[in-house]
């Protein structure tokens, strides 16, 4: 079994932060966004394709660095190709059937068992649905008996949603859906490409559990907090010498002597949080600093940025080195 991950968006939501940073590169919980969706693959996977477009060479640079458990391979593309032009690019050598994942969605899913109902049942895919109550950002499939997608519409208008139950980014499908996308231009697969495959057996595996997109800074905090309260953050204990309750995931090398915490944060590597400065529900990247009596809550600090002695900052997304 093979695995395809989408990573090449642009991250416009989670801008200015995302000029520098790939989504999928953000820590959330201790780690980067993208660990977190190859950690949901059950072991034996034999290779995971990235489809890599913007900031390729950032993402590139960093598997290398932090291989992830899978053997993974980028693969990018020149100019943007959409989501389906991306699994055309890169899912030459994908197995049949692959595991096609988004890189931006947080859940709790056994995909062992997605992929078991997929065989079970048979048809082109199998499409894990979460239920939302706005489904107007995402992908809304209508389903019939035995769960079987019987249409599917991106992102429609909420009086033309045929149900609350939507695409949720993790699937398997069939070999036979990467030769429906057709070459040499962008395609969006949701659009353009999964409709005319409904015809071939498209079906449904609702998550019962926890799920999040992670692409809006309330979003990606709100994943932050599923992963923490299911135990993926690590052991969540407060830095040495710091105050209050976690949990924290902080990287090597942090300091935060006389600081407190609050509830669902990550440091990155050399943070330094000053005494009396507090932070709750927050990433804090690499090399950034929360100086004497600041306040940061719900926010993202980018990295190597700065926070002025008793500053407030509530709700922000700071871009690489900005100060405030
Ligand atoms: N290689 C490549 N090339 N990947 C891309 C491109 C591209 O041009 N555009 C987007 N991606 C990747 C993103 O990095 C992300 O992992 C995934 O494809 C989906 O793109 P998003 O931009 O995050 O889409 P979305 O969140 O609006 O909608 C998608 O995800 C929803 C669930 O989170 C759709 O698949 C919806 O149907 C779905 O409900
Ligand atoms: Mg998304």
Known sequence: ??????IGGFGTRLRPLTHTVPKQLIPIAG??????????????????????????????????????????????EAEPLGTG???KNAGGAMSDPFY???????????LAAVLAHHSERGGIGTMCLAEVADTRPYGVAALGPDDRITAFVEKPEPEQAP?????????????????AIPPGRAVSFEREVVPNLLPQGLY???????????GTPERLLNAQRMLFDDGRGGRGTIPRGALGTGPVAAAPGT????????????????????????????IVMDGARVQKDAFVSSSILGPRTRVHPGHRVVGQTLGEAAEI
């Not at 079994?1 to 989408?6: D, E, N, Q, T």
């Not at 300091?255 to 927050?282: D, I, M, Q, R, W």
């Open 163 to 179: 149900s609350h139950w939507i695409n949720a980014g993790l699937a398997v499908w069939s070999r036979a859906a990467l030769d």
């Open 1 to 6: 079994m093979k695995a395809l991950v989408l």
């Open 100 to 110: 096609l994942l988004n890189s931006d969605v947080i859940a709790a899913v056994d």
């Open 85 to 87: 032009g991306g699994m």
């Open 204 to 214: 449904g595996f609702r998550l019962a559990r926890y799920w999040e997109d992670a």
């Open 31 to 76: 780690k980067p966004v993208l660990y977190h969706v190859l950690d949901l693959l059950p072991p034996g996977v034999e290779e995971v394709a990235l489809a890599t477009g913007y900031k390729a060479e950032m993402i590139d640079a960093y598997v290398r660095a932090h291989p992830p458990k899978c053997p993974v391979r980028t693969v990018p």
């Open 255 to 282: 300091t935060a002597e006389g600081a407190s915490f609050g509830k669902y944060v990550t440091l990155g590597a050399g943070v330094l949080v000053e005494p009396g400065a507090h932070v709750e529900n927050s």
